[in-house]
């Protein structure tokens, strides 16, 4: 009986080649028909990816519109503590957020310019000491020393230790400060850790009125207290510029603040964003918030 083998040897050459050419027929028509099923497949993916990204897209804008024009209300009050009114804040303030890398390196480059770098030490050649060598070389079986200003000996010169050090101011860009700061303030709006307290002057200081007034509408024990400041026009060169001036209007308030304990006092002008950044509560007046919207929003148009 034969075998298959011995039977595909028996088979015509024509059988054969019409066999091969079946074969790789349909072969290729597999191949085309698998092609053109992932063709349709990348086709649909990209058509739904693209879809999605426009929804994105569209919800991200429609979100930041929301956002800029829905703001945030400030409780405002008076000296006694009593609710007097609302005051708006636009969106574009109390919605701003921004890199949290901006703000922390706003924030070390503050502390590393209100680092003194004055500290001085002594090494062995400053010390005031003699050069007279501490005992002989040799023959006392101790260990060889050549001079009481070495460091192992008390009172000689110090190692590694700090020397005064210049040049080591860390410039801030001044819109990455305006930004930090606008987005610090933020947050404080929104987590309903900021009021506004209606223009008031004081005849005479009174730290005992401020000291309720704060019990009775804050929260936290650290306090900033922001104020506004006096500004001149001066003609420089046939230009009108805004400078600020010294002005005593708040000096009855900054003695009231004085004696409590976590309390800063801040004209708007002078606003640092580690104040902000580190106070609990902030008490904004009531000019002092026009001043903040015009400064902070100034590019805005």
Known sequence: MATKREKEQAEPAEVKKAKT??????????TAKAKVVSEKDTSKKSASAKA?????????????????????????????GKQVGTVEVSGELSQTIVNSQLIKDYI??????????????KGRSEVNH???????????????????AAPQYKGGGRVFT???KFNQHVRINQKEKQLAIRALIAEKIRDERMVVLENVQMAKPQTKIINTFFKSTLKGKRVLFLAEGSFA????????????????????????LRNIPKTEFRLVQNISG??????????ITESAMNQLNEWLLKDEG
């Open 274 to 283: 580690y104040d902000v950044l580190v106070a609990h509560d902030i008490v």
């Open 233 to 256: 026009e001066v003609d420089n060169e046939g230009k009108k510029e805004r400078v600020s001036i010294h002005s005593n209007a708040h000096e009855n308030m900054k003695r009231s």
């Open 52 to 80: 999605a990204n426009k929804e994105a897209v569209s919800k991200k804008t429609e979100k930041s519109e929301s956002s800029s024009e829905s703001g945030a209300v400030l409780k405002k009050y008076n000296l006694d």
């Open 130 to 148: 003699s050069t007279k060598k501490p005992h002989p070389q040799k023959g006392g079986g101790r260990s060889r020393q050549g001079s009481l």
């Open 108 to 121: 070390v480059a503050l502390r590393a310019n209100a680092r003194q770098w004055s500290a001085n030490t």
């Open 21 to 30: 050419t079946t074969a790789s027929a349909t072969a290729k028509s597999k």
């Open 162 to 164: 700090p020397k005064p």
